[in-house]
């Protein structure tokens, strides 16, 4: 993407709004706008962040075995007088007329819509397990919508559903869930502490957290310092086995939020591994058997292996898709911007050519551009006919993983700049070796740009 067409309106100033550092950086970064209390439009470079962060959830949940559906934003009243949470839910709940007076709601959450779902459909014991999920936005009145996308009113969530037989296979549900959020957070670079939670307005007697420390965040937690040092993309995992001994591992240390803290227990620990910590809640996990399913609720039913009619068990489980921006954006960054892990990053190159109008640039960069485009690299070109100091400004603040740099000097004699964004290296090197080291020449694309480097000329 040429910089000149594209559309990144950054701004100079912190805006006094923001209070925290990643809601003063995604305004600043021109990633989102404010449109009213807690609602944004999500603008050309949030957006690309945003899609990348639920392509990484919805490979996880596929590969949980979890199905993709999506219901709809707007869903009628009736639903929720079934379950009783129609007035149970309060002002947090966006209630709307249509024209014929029917009463309708912006869905806050999904459990009613899927269990109607499920009970339309499903008939016997065969139907069962199932997961369903869906990313779909949300909207909650919350009292103090803050913090830009992380409390926000409309936001984007990754919603899951699993219905089974018995508190068993509940419980293998769930413990999928549970592994599948903790390799989807790791693959965004995020270390995420699943700790014992309440329940609230969905309700159950077993639920999760899951956790992002950080100093900005809403919740005060309480955990073992030993579990920041569990690595989970270090560890195989087949959805068919038993995960229960892989979540007894993630769940055998202390680690509960602040409604759930045992202070007794945690007093217990020897002081060094004491964490007392405040945190970002990125996902939520719940089991809560037949309490939508059952007859006082929607009345899901199948038959079971012994031809009589049960109830089958539920639980969900929810990502806050569009709060994973911002949460990331707080565990990294530094003074000069935003530092995108690549999993997540907008464009994996910023290509700045420092000087527009020269020759020898121009050819150089057009060149790369061209290189980068042609193996799959995501490049943002900073082609604008402006100074050094702003070009840089800006592409620290949005944070691509690599800057490449196309001065006049080195352009004469094909050499270029490299810039590391996370750990500020730089290197001096020739434009064909920066090019091998951003694309992995042991892909396919890379084999091919490889083709193409050796064509590459000097300016
Ligand atoms: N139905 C269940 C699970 S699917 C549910 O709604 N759970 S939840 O209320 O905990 O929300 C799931 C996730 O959505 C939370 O962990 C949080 O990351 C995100 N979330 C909740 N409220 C907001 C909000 N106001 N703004 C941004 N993200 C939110």
Same mark, same amino acid.
């Not at 379950?83 to 459990?111: F, Q, V």
């Not at 921006?325 to 530092?339: F, N, T």
């Given at each position: ?89 309060? &002002? ?62 409309? !936001? ?34 995020? &270390? ?37 040092? !569990?690595?989970? =993309? ?73 031809? &009589? ?127 091998? &080291? ?17 064509? =590459?000329?000097?300016?």
């Amino acid at each position: 993407m040429r910089l000149t067409r594209y559309f990144l309106p950054t701004l100079k100033e912190t805006p006094a709004e923001a209070q925290i550092v990643s809601h003063r950086l995604m305004l600043r970064a021109g990633m989102v706008r404010l449109e009213a209390a807690g609602i944004y439009s999500w603008l050309p470079l949030g957006l690309r962040v945003l899609r990348r962060i639920e392509q990484i959830v919805r490979e996880e949940q596929d590969a949980a075995g979890a199905l993709e559906l999506l219901m709809p934003t707007i869903q009628p009243a009736e639903l929720w007088r079934e379950s009783g949470r129609y007035d149970d839910y309060g &002002k947090e709940m966006l209630r709307i007329k249509d024209r014929h007076e029917r009463d309708m709601l912006y869905g806050p959450t999904n459990e009613e819509m899927v269990s109607a779902i499920f009970r339309n459909f499903a008939k016997s014991y065969r139907d069962l397990p199932k997961l369903l999920y869906h990313i779909q936005w949300k909207f909650r009145d919350e009292v103090r919508p803050r913090f830009g996308v992380m409390r926000g009113r409309e !936001f984007l969530m990754k919603d899951s559903y699993s219905f089974d037989l018995d508190y068993a296979g509940a419980r293998a549900s769930y413990n999928r869930m549970f592994i599948a959020y903790l390799r989807t957070f790791a693959r965004m670079g995020l &270390k995420a502490i699943p700790m014992v939670a309440d329940t609230g307005p969905i309700g159950g007697d077993l639920s999760h957290e899951f956790i992002i420390l950080a100093e900005t965040g809403e919740s005060a937690v309480y955990c073992d310092r030993g579990l920041t040092d !569990f690595d989970i =993309l270090g560890e195989s995992v087949d959805y068919e086995a038993n995960l229960q001994p892989l979540v007894d591992k993630w769940t055998s240390l202390y680690a509960a939020t602040d409604e759930k803290h045992d202070a007794a227990a945690f007093a217990a620990l020897p002081a060094e591994r004491r964490m007392e910590a405040r945190g970002i809640e990125v996902g939520h996990v719940f089991y809560f058997g037949t309490k939508y399913s059952g007859p006082e609720a929607m009345n899901v039913t199948v038959t079971g292996h012994d031809g &009589k009619l049960v109830h089958p068990e539920m639980g969900s489980y929810g990502i806050g898709v569009s709060r994973l921006v911002g949460a990331i954006i707080e565990a990294h960054h530094d003074q000069a911007g935003i530092r995108w892990p690549a999993a997540v990053a907008p464009f994996q190159v910023g290509l700045v050519n420092l000087k527009v109008g020269d020759a020898a640039c121009d050819a150089l960069a057009g060149d790369l551009y061209a290189k980068l485009a042609a193996a799959g690299c995501d490049t943002l070109y900073d082609d604008r006919d402006e100074r050094a100091g702003v070009k840089f400004a800006d592409m620290d603040l949005i944070g691509l993983p690599w800057q490449l740099v196309v001065g006049p000097r080195g352009a004469k004699t094909g050499m270029v700049e490299l810039k590391n964004r996370a750990s500020g290296a730089r290197e001096e090197l020739t434009a064909e070796a920066a090019l091998n &080291k951003l694309v992995d020449p042991t892909s396919q694309l890379g084999g091919l740009l490889q083709e193409l480097g050796k064509g =590459l000329s000097p300016g």
